[in-house]
């Protein structure tokens, strides 16, 4: 089989990529195919004999495209989801295609080059110390791991423990205390650490989400010894932030290492107009953020913030003897991660932020949450439909006819209908519908579209609950 044949599926790609996604706006939200379809289309015993690169592709674009969730779709606000914007894609192809492994300056300088500069953009945008390291990870679940080795790193040496050396086996006990409403990623990062669930400490959340600071006071104040804080930016149901003004001195002041988890709450920095929603967070240790989220990068990208680089490097830096090192000076890819080979994610994120420059992230992440407010408002006013909490940032959580089936029962329709995509969720053990509006296509007209779909779908759905209706 001839390269030629494979560079020409380049070229097919493309254009089915390109066709795709010139036809996502008006796409239906929901796939046409079930999962069950699509593995029936590609399941089989391993083929004998190798095909011809553009019937591969052929194949491949035909059974995999109706089950394809419209996520990169205006209106679609399952999970938290970007759009996997056009240029921070064609940037991406370019990575496949230049087939860079980014461990080091050594093995690829063109990607340890433009991911320094992407590095020290990311703390600019974000308001975050100049000095701290930037890990280029595949999301936050990851960014919060790194962030948390380097924390378990730092206080442990504070107290003459060397982890790295000597593991966790016989090594003074850490505190963690975590915030009671905090992403249920950062506990599998504390399970791979070593930092089990049943040693942690819950802190007392508000009704929004935000961890109580009397309450992290209280808990912090109970013991002595290591101990690492976890705070958010950016609750998934609520979008809430913690109080950091009052969170990062009582942190500092019992000696822990106070880490965020900021997934997609930290882009409010970016803003000037909602910065002041995350006042204080540049004062934490460390930081975990996604670019696909607001960012907008394809999947994966995501970026672990460390202001102590020593530490940072500590806890994930390794030596092989056919690396050559880097110059002291220089910053090497991999110091900052867990992996050895890696995608070079410094050239989608380099592209996605050379798109919007500072003032289009504003833009952008302030209209995702003036449409978020929007579509709240239009429902807020339908009889039956509830605003489960202020919307603070860019998430809304719905409930209908204040009880568990009826809002089930309206997702169910709204995502039939495909004109929008939400998902539920459980909030105080009640069912939501929870939109997040996170993507940069997403535009202020999309919100009114929204808003009556979802209230079309209610107004069907209604019928079968008429004690649920007011
Ligand atoms: C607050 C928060 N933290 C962490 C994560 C995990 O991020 P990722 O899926 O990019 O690893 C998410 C994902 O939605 C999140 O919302």
């Not at 500069?117 to 890990?135: F, I, K, N, Q, T």
């Amino acid at each position: 089989m001839s390269i030629e044949a494979g560079l020409d599926a380049m070229a097919q790609a493309a254009e089915a990529a390109i066709a795709y996604r010139r036809g996502i706006a008006t796409a239906e939200t929901t796939p046409t195919a079930s999962y069950r379809d699509i593995l029936d289309a590609f399941d089989g015993p391993v083929p004998n004999a190798g095909a011809e690169p553009a019937a591969i592709l052929s194949e491949l674009i035909a059974q995999a495209t109706p089950g394809l969730r419209g996520s990169t779709a205006p209106r679609f606000f399952g999970w938290v989801i970007g759009t996997s914007h056009p240029t921070g894609v064609a940037a991406d192809w370019l990575t496949a295609a230049w087939g860079q492994n980014a461990t080091a300056i050594a093995s690829a300088p063109a990607a340890a080059a433009v991911e320094a500069v992407a590095a020290r953009w990311l703390l600019d945008l974000l308001g975050l110390p100049a000095e701290a390291s930037v890990g280029f990870v595949t999301g936050a679940t990851v960014a919060n791991f790194v962030c948390l080795a380097a924390a378990r790193s730092e206080v442990l040496a504070r107290v003459g423990w060397d982890v790295e050396a000597d593991g966790l086996f016989g090594a003074p006990p850490i505190r963690v205390l975590i915030g009671a409403d905090a992403h249920a990623t950062v506990h599998s990062g504390l399970k791979f650490l070593g930092l089990g669930a049943r040693r942690l400490t819950l802190v007392d959340a508000d009704e929004m989400g935000r961890m109580r600071p009397e309450s992290l006071a209280k808990a912090l104040g109970q013991g002595t010894g290591p101990a690492i804080v976890i705070a958010q930016s950016g609750q998934l149901n609520t979008g809430a932030n913690d109080p950091f003004a009052q969170i990062v001195p009582i942190a500092r002041e019992a000696g822990a290492w106070l880490h965020v988890d900021g997934a997609f709450g930290l882009w409010a920095q970016a803003s000037p107009t909602l910065r002041h929603l995350s006042a204080g967070v540049d004062g934490a240790d460390s930081w975990a953020t996604d670019g696909h989220k607001w960012l907008q990068t394809p999947y994966d990208c995501g970026y672990a913030i460390v202001r102590d680089a020593a530490a940072h490097r500590r806890a994930m830096a390794f030596s092989a003897s056919y690396m050559p090192p880097a110059a002291d000076s220089e910053r090497e890819p991999s110091a900052f991660v867990p992996e050895f080979s890696r995608r070079a994610r410094g050239f989608a994120t380099w592209a996605m932020i050379r798109q919007f420059g500072r003032s289009g992230v504003a833009e952008m992440v302030e209209r995702c949450c003036a449409i978020a407010a929007r579509i709240a408002g239009r429902l807020a006013a339908e009889r039956g439909i509830a605003i489960v909490a202020p919307v603070e940032l860019n998430q809304v959580m719905v409930r209908f006819g204040d009880d568990d089936a009826a809002t089930l029962a309206t997702i169910e329709q709204i995502q039939a209908d495909a004109i929008l995509f939400a998902g539920g969720a459980l909030w105080r053990g009640e069912w939501v519908m929870r939109i997040s509006v996170s993507s940069s296509a997403t535009t202020l007209d999309d919100a009114e579209v929204t808003a009556d779909a979802i209230i079309a779908a209610w107004r069907r759905v209604k019928t079968r609950f008429p004690s649920r209706s007011c």
